[in-house]
């Protein structure tokens, strides 16, 4: 038996739902770059940012944040201006 849920339950779980925002490596940003761009826009200390910019050189991705999309979105806008390479999944 399917559950049906009220348009106000859609909407909340919409708005309470994780997402992952995702960094991708790629050849034209620098580590400096990335660095300052995750630790002004993400809120990263430096040792966070760091690893990121790490991992996302060495596995070709990582998460680098994580939230409602509502907060992730704007947060990505920006990145994305800035010329990385970001997702939010």
């Known amino acids: 038996m399917t559950e049906k849920h009220s348009p106000e339950q859609k909407h909340h779980e919409i708005e309470t739902e994780l997402f992952k925002m995702v960094l991708y490596n790629d050849d034209v940003n620098s580590f400096d770059f ?3 761009m995750l630790m002004r826009y993400c809120k990263h200390t ?3 940012a ?3 910019a790490m991992i996302t050189h060495f596995k070709g991705k990582s ?3 994580k939230g409602t999309y509502k ?3 704007p947060i990505a806008s920006v990145l994305l201006e800035h010329g990385l390479s ?3 999944e």
């Open 86 to 88: 970001v997702e939010i």
């Open 46 to 48: 430096q040792h966070q």
């Open 71 to 73: 907060k992730l979105e």
């Open 63 to 65: 998460v680098i944040k």
């Open 50 to 52: 760091e690893q990121c």
């Open 34 to 36: 990335v660095i300052d």
